[in-house]
Nanobody, 125 residues
Framework: QALLVESGGGLVQTGGSLKLSCAAS????????MAWFRQAPGKEREFVARITWDSGTTDYVDSVKGRFTISREKAENTVYLQMNNLKPEDTAVYYC??????????????????WGQGTQVTVSS
């Protein structure tokens, strides 16, 4: 069972930046897709961004397009989420997720088997 470990969360002011990291503990993990989801207080967990591991193809929820960038370092089995121009509505626990299955559209929680423990991102106004 792959272990995903997130880091990089914290408190930042509106307009600031943070970079989240998610490392898979298994060196031979080889996911098909890795993704970031987030869950704000009192809300359901929602899709943020995903990246196809081999091709690097990305997909973003509309609310973060132009502000967030997902990337991966294959040699380190690590996926990143660079978050710029952060807004108070970005405040949430951010979760890393991964799957080896090829499904569509790769935005649903049920499509991902492996999950990290989450990292808190708080954006103050």
């Amino acid at each position: 069972q792959a272990l995903l470990v997130e880091s990089g969360g914290g408190l930042v002011q509106t307009g600031g930046s943070l970079k989240l990291s998610c490392a898979a503990s298994e060196r031979t993990f080889s996911p098909y897709v890795m993704a970031w989801f987030r869950q704000a207080p009192g809300k359901e967990r929602e899709f943020v961004a995903r990246i196809t591991w081999d091709s690097g193809t990305t997909d973003y929820v509309d609310s973060v397009k132009g502000r967030f960038t997902i990337s991966r370092e294959k040699a380190e089995n690590t996926v990143y989420l660079q978050m710029n121009n952060l807004k108070p509505e970005d405040t949430a626990v951010y979760y890393c997720a991964a799957t080896r299955l090829r499904t569509w559209p790769m935005r649903a929680l049920s499509e991902y088997k492996f999950w990290g423990q989450g990292t808190q991102v708080t954006v103050s106004s």
